[in-house]
């Protein structure tokens, strides 16, 4: 289901933050969601709530994050701009419409 990213919020946020590191997931009684890292291990994985997962993203990417109406993140001031309620929302959405895009196919089970 294309769900666009602005939008993304818990699990499905989390699902796109997932895609975007090259990682794996599958369902473990339906939800939550669980992960197999670059090296293998399963890990819960939450970066839009996680600020051990989140912050290192972050970093890394070098988002940098603004208290506007709303938190603003953003990367290269316009190449990707996306707010959230939360640091980490806007600056997961930000990575993820870095890069996949304006709109992501999210799988249903994770938009319900």
């Known amino acids: 289901m294309k769900v666009k990213t602005q ?3 818990g699990p499905a ?3 796109a933050a997932a895609k975007c590191e090259g990682w794996d997931e599958y369902l473990e009684n339906d939800l939550p969601v669980r992960y197999a ?3 293998g291990q399963d890990i819960a994985w939450s970066p839009s709530t996680d600020w051990s997962q989140g ?3 972050i970093e890394r990417e070098g ?3 603004l208290p506007e109406h709303e938190w603003c993140g953003y990367i290269d001031n316009i190449r990707s701009q996306k707010y959230g309620p939360t640091p980490l929302i806007a600056a997961m959405r930000c990575y993820v419409a870095s890069q996949l895009g304006d709109e992501v196919d999210i799988p249903e ?3 319900l």
């Open 13 to 15: 946020l989390d699902w």
């Open 55 to 57: 912050g290192p993203i």
């Open 7 to 9: 939008e993304l919020t």
């Open 109 to 111: 089970e994770l938009t």
């Open 37 to 39: 890292d670059a090296d």
């Open 63 to 65: 988002i940098a994050l």
